[in-house]
């Protein structure tokens, strides 16, 4: 898809987050779909027809919203499912129900769980995004944020990177570009960036 109709759509979802307050969700698992279509996984993760899981911890509102859009909108030749996470699945360290996920989405996780939940996904085709400020620039994927009454979002290319993952240059172009904080430390126990 050119990148022309992927500004299209971000550019859409965006007025409708300026417009409507409470479907805020909705702005957001639209997000998040067009961040899937707009990705590309290694070819032994997520092979042809293969069907795409989306995991959601922390917001059930964005969980049923990303299957109505689905649902309403078929990708062709690909299945979506959504998978909810236990609200908690960090504190247990159940990194494998996390490595299963080709997009995450986490919202409302304390600050001091972001270390786990990045070890859980590090080097992993994991599309990780979250609502938290700094949450890219602290090793996740990606991050939504609001800015002047609009949805926007930033990618850590870093975190690209290590991932594995492939991402448009419509979507990097429409992107805030952020790297690793190097002051902050990733995992649990661990030192500050290099």
Request: aromatic residues 8%; proline residues 8%.
């Amino acid at each position: 898809m050119p990148a022309a109709c992927l500004a299209v759509a971000v550019l859409c979802a965006s007025r409708n987050a300026a417009a409507q307050e409470p479907a805020t969700y909705d702005v957001k698992a639209a997000f998040l779909t067009n961040f899937a279509k707009f990705a590309e996984w290694p070819p032994a993760t997520l092979p042809d027809n293969a069907p795409m899981t989306f995991c959601v911890k922390g917001d059930e509102d964005v969980a049923s919203a990303i299957e109505r859009l689905v649902k309403s909108r078929p990708a062709p030749g690909r299945q979506f499912k959504v998978l909810r996470l236990k609200v908690d699945i960090l504190s247990h360290r159940q990194e494998s129900a996390l490595q299963a996920c080709h997009l995450l989405y986490a919202s409302g996780i304390e600050t001091k769980l972001w270390p786990v939940l990045l070890a859980a996904i590090e080097g992993k085709p994991v599309f990780s995004v979250s609502d938290s400020p700094g949450f890219a620039e602290r090793g996740g994927l990606a991050s939504l944020y609001v800015e002047l009454k609009r949805m926007h979002f930033a990618i850590n290319v870093d975190t690209m990177r290590r991932s594995g993952l492939h991402l448009s240059a419509g979507l990097l172009s429409l992107a805030k570009i952020v790297k690793d904080d190097p002051t902050a430390p990733r995992f649990p126990g661990s030192d500050p960036l290099p």
